[in-house]
């Protein structure tokens, strides 16, 4: 099956299926990278196939070392997104780090520079499986005007870095259509990597970013080097999006590591809505930042340094 489908990447159904009595989920290939073919399941509710619909295009999570779109947590995000009337999608991307030989993650340049690439190659994906729904959007009853990003983790860095790109001018934007941008970004846990604060030279579409304040293996506020490059987490991205005078919701958890990355897809749902509704669909230039407290408990670590992260994601 595979060598069938890799001779038809971008063009074929691999499969159908009912998973619910109101939702199907079809599976596509939309690239081959690497040797390696790349899927798309896409779901959507048979309740709204007579409208043109908004699309949901989520990157999950595992550190660019593994991490799969059949996740349960996942499924039912794209169930609940499928039955509010958008057709969601989740894709892969490849996992860079995977690959990387050990002595690379011996020292903070090695490490950084190896992260670096798996961001880039993870973007470059993101960005072709946008230009694939895209390029079946009629075929597909959906509005591609209308495409939410969202990831979690490794997949919520790969999101906020391909709009980076789009706003920068930077190489991956080229692999979408001239003048694209999403309607919306979402983050669970996520940051943008570079050699200092990120900067916007177009504005770009509104993010809603989901961050705990003691997340020890994506940064809230930064864990880089001026210069050199790292991370710029939540607490950064809304500094510069601010300056910039774009529209944001910041989410912060207290008290709350990485689950922050899974949490909102369940836990905060109206929240999302909230985002999508304000600041999406009705345009409100506003920025939001709210807090939730994860427990009570005090003395929580919130101090890590660039080597913490480095040393909690090897």
Not at 26 to 39: C, N, Q, R, V
């Amino acid at each position: 099956m595979a060598v069938a489908a890799a001779a038809t990447v971008g063009v074929a159904l691999y499969a159908v299926s009912k998973i619910k009595p109101d939702i199907r989920k079809s599976t596509y290939p939309f690239a081959m990278k690497d040797g390696t073919i790349l899927y798309m399941d896409k779901y959507e509710s048979e309740n709204w196939l007579h409208r043109r619909r908004p699309v949901l295009i989520f990157a999950y999570g595992g550190s660019f070392v593994r991490g799969r779109r059949d996740k349960p947590q996942y499924v039912d995000f794209m169930n609940y997104f499928a039955r509010k009337g958008y057709v969601a999608i989740i894709i892969d991307y490849r996992k860079h780090l995977r690959h990387i030989a050990p002595e690379r993650k011996k020292s903070t340049l090695g490490f950084l520079g190896a992260l670096n690439e798996a961001i880039d190659f993870a973007s470059e994906d993101f960005a072709d499986a946008t230009a694939f729904v895209i390029e079946h959007a009629d075929e597909w009853g959906i509005d591609a005007d209308n495409i939410i990003a969202c990831g979690s983790s490794a997949g919520a860095i790969t999101v906020l870095q391909t709009e980076y790109a789009i706003c920068n001018g930077l190489t991956v934007a080229s692999r979408l259509p001239e003048g694209f941008n999403y309607a919306g970004v979402m983050s669970f846990a996520g940051a943008i990597s570079g050699k200092s604060l990120p900067e916007w030279k177009k504005k770009p579409c509104p993010i809603m970013m989901f961050h705990g304040d003691a997340d020890r293996q994506v940064p809230f506020s930064q864990a880089a080097i001026r210069g050199v490059g790292g991370l710029w987490g939540s607490t950064s991205i809304a500094e510069s999006l601010k300056a910039a005078h774009a529209p944001y919701y910041f989410y912060i958890v207290n008290n709350a590591s990485h689950e922050v990355c899974k949490t909102p897809m369940w836990l905060y749902r109206k929240v999302i809505s909230e985002f999508l509704d304000k600041l999406v669909r009705h345009h409100k230039r506003v920025r939001i930042t709210s807090q939730d407290y994860h427990s009570k408990e005090t003395g929580v670590q919130k101090d890590f340094g660039l080597k913490d992260y480095i040393i909690n994601n090897m």
